[in-house]
């Protein structure tokens, strides 16, 4: 199958979650209504990685909507390349299955599953914003935005908060590595590498949490924080 056709078949999301019950319920509703949206079977898949804060009764409420996989490993790249794995046990792994991610403190829209399916790449890299700002002043929100934006109409953003891949090609290259940092941007350098199709759509936009200490170490929640402290010094 080449890259540019579009005829999926399944679609599968897979959350990591790490100590994420307040944030979770708004989370999977958002999921469960782009779910919706599209026409394809979706199953959504919730890896709850060393939780102790009931994150597991959360994930349950949401009945057979939400799979459940649960692992000790404290790590977010092993989280999600263990829900990528369970995802091979509920449909076929091949060329006409969409595998998206996102992140348990962050809301997708109705449409993400539709438009993130659209262009038929390989893989497709989404942007994410932040809804409501209560750690940074407006001095470093500011700032943030401006760098964000400094790449033009296209961007040079990975977030394992909105990114899908189709399936085979994940598993050619051989899926998410157990980083416990950046294991989104290796995943893309390693398609990149196996020149597969990559689409950045500025517009795939996910609201996330303007958290400071956040669940992996640098990552996201890291660089608003030194943003913090470099506008207050």
Not at 96 to 121: E, F, H, K, N
């Amino acid at each position: 199958m080449r890259a540019t056709e579009t005829s999926w078949e399944q679609i599968v999301v897979v959350v990591p979650a790490h100590n994420e019950a307040e944030t979770l319920p708004e989370c999977l509703t958002a999921l469960t209504t782009a779910a919706l949206c599209v026409s394809v079977p979706v199953r959504i898949v919730v890896v709850l990685d060393a939780c102790d804060d009931g994150s597991e009764h959360v994930a349950g409420r949401f009945g057979s909507d939400v799979h459940v996989v649960v692992v000790d490993a404290g790590n977010v790249g092993a989280a999600r390349a263990a829900g990528f794995e369970y995802a091979r046990t509920l449909c076929d792994d091949g060329p006409t299955t969409w595998y998206a991610t996102t992140d348990a403190d962050s809301v997708v829209s109705p449409d993400w599953l539709v438009r993130m399916t659209a262009p038929g790449a390989d893989m497709v890299l989404g942007v994410v914003r932040i809804p409501l700002l209560r750690n940074l002043s407006d001095a470093a929100t500011l700032s943030f935005q401006q760098e964000y934006d400094a790449d033009g109409p296209g961007h040079s953003h990975v977030h394992g908060a909105n990114m899908g891949f189709r399936a085979s090609a994940y598993w050619q290259v051989g899926g998410f590595r157990a980083l416990a940092t950046a294991e989104d941007a290796d995943l893309t350098d390693r398609f990149l590498s196996a020149r597969l199709l990559i689409h950045r759509d500025r517009h795939l936009s996910v609201a996330t949490s303007d958290r400071v200490d956040g669940r992996a170490p640098d990552g996201f929640a890291a660089d608003l924080k030194g943003l913090s402290e470099k506008e207050a010094s």
